[in-house]
């Protein structure tokens, strides 16, 4: 009988949690039209009337794995999915109810007007099979992980390991050595890829504490790392160290910036 009475008073505790976290988002929500300058509020009560209370992440998952290359093993897509796609928050503050619904709005928008999981595929998306995509985004969460660290505590854009770590994953995944040239021609085809910026800059308000610096994505660690490859190859071609070495296979990115 004891192990009953606690069986139902946990599941009741967790039905409660589900009403109150529903509440604080709903509160949240009608402190954010109501905050708002009154022309802005048809388009507040639209945003936020897209999501549930508290939002699920279903859209967003889907937008990445149409985003993904195909064939990509579930392990991999899992791990990216879990840095990719942010939680609700349990007790959110407007602003974050405000960046979640336009989180939503982002990833669902029409595909015709350009900013489409389709429209935003990075080129090598259409030549990387399932191991190489596999291999290269396991090497580019190891070297988001290491550029967030920096990112953290303020460090500009710089040469060092988080930076050795990006290049080699492209590296591996095409067999092509790390070399000034291969540096040189990767860093040119990072800068052509489509971007998604928004979405970056709306996780980040979703997932920063309240007055505090931004909160690392893999579009900031992305970004913060293209630099130090643009600022290093200028470096070298300023050398004339650029025309040294191998091009080997010239790579394309699948990087999501």
């Known amino acids: 009988a004891g192990g ?17 976290a529903a509440l604080r988002w709903r509160e949240a929500a009608l402190r954010l039209v109501q905050e708002c300058p009154p022309a802005e509020r048809p388009d507040r009560l639209r945003l936020v009337g897209a999501v549930a209370a508290p939002p699920s992440t279903a859209s967003l998952a889907r ?34 109810v405000l960046a979640f619904a336009r989180l939503h709005a982002f990833v669902t928008r029409p595909c015709g007007g350009g900013m489409g999981a389709g429209s935003c595929q990075p080129r090598a998306h259409g030549v990387a099979g399932a191991r190489a995509s596999a291999v290269l985004y ?86 913060w790392l293209l630099a130090a490859l643009a600022a290093q190859v200028e470096v070298v071609a300023g050398r004339g160290g650029g025309r040294r070495g191998p091009v080997g296979e010239a790579p394309v990115s699948v990087a999501p910036a």
Do not use: C, K, N
């Open 63 to 96: 937008f990445w794995r149409a985003w993904l290359p195909p064939r990509m093993p579930a392990r991999s897509v899992t791990a990216f999915l879990e840095a990719a796609v942010p939680p609700p928050p349990d007790d959110p503050r407007p602003a974050q």
């Open 138 to 223: 396991a090497g580019l969460a190891e070297a988001y992980g290491l550029a967030g660290a920096e990112l953290r505590r303020g460090a500009e854009p710089s040469p060092g390991e988080a930076l050795d770590g990006f290049v080699d994953a492209y590296a591996s995944t095409y067999g092509a050595r790390d070399t000034p040239r291969f540096r040189h021609v990767l860093a040119g085809r990072l800068a052509g890829d489509p971007r998604i910026d928004r979405y970056w800059e709306l996780t980040a308000e979703v997932i920063s504490a309240p007055g505090g610096p931004p909160e690392p994505t893999p579009g900031s660690a992305h970004d």
């Open 4 to 20: 009953a009475l606690e069986d139902a008073v946990a599941g009741r505790l967790r039905v409660l949690g589900s009403e109150l």
